[in-house]
């Protein structure tokens, strides 16, 4: 049994021998072999690693030499500089002190010179100017008498940045040119009106202007010339151009050319800033001149509105990039913005609404444009009961762009909903409805 026993254990060992020669040895010696090129691999790449740190540092140590040499030239260069500051701060202080002692020699030169002269300021020039007759009446409102025989000449002096409308005088006597000079002081509540000369001009031909509002069919000729006023085609009044038939020509055209130069800088800037900050820009450069005064103006005809509706489309295109033959209806819709059309029915609105629940607050002819249809008739009627305005009838052009004729046809299109709300309300809704309703 013992060696039945040991037989079989040295047929097993050598199963195993056999076993780990033939097939386990080989895929042993392959993953060593495996495990090894990739350990050959890894090292190689370590120290392609180390090679590149070390050409770093190297590079980093050669340009840190540059640098510091290069502070140091700059350390010295600053030094220099510092020096050289010092310098000149040093002879500036040298030129400023002998330049003051320049003024004030000059000033005791001059002083010296006018001892016996005045000047005065302010007083403007009239027709056939007289400096001697100026200073005497002058030299009487603050309570001084002085006469030509005090006077040994007047003129006046080139305007400057000090002052203008300057005239000296030279007294003959020292004694007269000090008591005006301690009387000066009266002077403080006088206007130049009150110098006799100053009062007695006329109104000044070409600072005041009249205009006559007519029809281009009937010329009113009103000649105000021999008082010193000039007729005028177009006067600007508070920032609005008026022509004599109220056609807006000149308002127009200003609005025009303004919207072009203000489109030029929203279109660069387009490219650089966000929508945001475009709508932002286009209520600081284009809405505060299509928006002032258009109340009066806005009542143009539609071929003289025109050009400015074309700009305020170019606009709203521009802060798309969308192609000029594009409808802007959408974009409009995007930005919340309402067109030319729509500021002018949200503006006559707005004083409509005022002028009905606040009349206390506004000018009373104000008021009287406007009648609610409920006072026109005794028995109530469908059109008066929805709160709006009596429309006089009109045939031209003209009539339809009265006051009274737009706020009764402008006021009918806002829903009941809308006329009942509060101020504040009201022009909220007022736009909202708009908007939604805008082409």
Not at 33 to 55: C, S, T
């Amino acid at each position: 049994m013992a060696a039945s026993h040991g037989l079989e254990g040295s047929l097993t060992l050598e199963s195993l021998r056999k076993l780990w020669k033939d097939e386990l040895l080989k895929d042993v010696r392959n993953e060593v072999k495996v495990a090894v090129i990739q350990l050959k691999e890894e090292m190689n790449l370590f120290r392609k690693k180390i090679d590149e740190i070390e050409a770093s540092q190297k590079f980093l140590a050669s340009q840190y030499d540059k640098v510091l040499s290069n502070l140091q030239g700059t350390n010295r260069s600053v030094q220099d500089m510092n020096a050289n500051i010092q310098h000149v701060t040093q002879d500036l202080i040298e030129t400023k002190e002998w330049l003051d002692e320049l003024d004030s020699r000059l000033d005791e030169q001059q002083q010296y010179g006018r001892r016996d002269c005045l000047e005065f300021v302010g007083i403007p020039k009239v027709d056939n100017d007289d400096p001697v007759k100026l200073v005497i009446e002058t030299a009487a409102l603050a309570g001084v008498e002085v006469k030509e025989d005090d006077i040994s000449i007047a003129h006046r002096l080139k305007p400057t940045k000090k002052g203008q409308d300057r005239i000296i005088a030279k007294f003959i006597r020292r004694s007269k040119r000090d008591e005006v000079y301690s009387n000066r002081k009266n002077l403080k509540q006088k206007r130049t009106k009150d110098l006799p000369t100053v009062r007695d001009q006329p109104a000044e031909s070409g600072k005041t202007h009249h205009i006559t509002v007519t029809s281009p069919r009937k010329s009113v000729s009103i000649d105000l010339t021999a008082y010193g006023i000039k007729n005028t085609n177009n006067i600007k009044y508070l920032g609005v151009f008026i022509d004599e038939h109220l056609k807006w020509n000149s308002q127009l055209n200003h609005v025009n050319k303004c919207l072009a130069k203000n489109l030029g800088i929203i279109s660069k800037l387009r490219y650089f800033l966000p929508l945001t900050t475009l709508t932002q820009l286009y209520y600081n450069l284009i809405y505060p001149y299509i928006s002032y005064g258009i109340m009066s103006w806005g009542s143009a005809s539609q071929t003289r509105l025109r050009p400015i509706k074309t700009k305020q489309n170019k606009c709203i295109r521009s802060i798309f990039f969308a192609p000029q033959r594009e409808s802007p209806s959408n974009y409009y819709q995007l930005l919340r913005i309402l067109n030319l059309d729509n500021i002018h029915n949200l503006r006559i609105s707005s004083l409509v609404y005022k002028l009905q629940h606040f009349p206390d607050t506004m000018p009373k002819p104000l008021c009287n444009l406007i009648l609610p249809a409920t006072q026109v008739h005794s028995h109530n009627t469908r059109y008066a009961s929805k709160g709006n305005l009596f429309r006089p009838a009109s045939k031209t052009n003209y009539g339809l762009t009265k006051f009274t004729a737009m706020s009764s046809r402008f006021w009918e299109k806002i829903p009941n909903c809308i006329k009942s709300l509060p101020y504040n309300s009201f022009i909220e809704q007022l736009k909202l409805h708009l908007l939604n309703n805008q082409n």
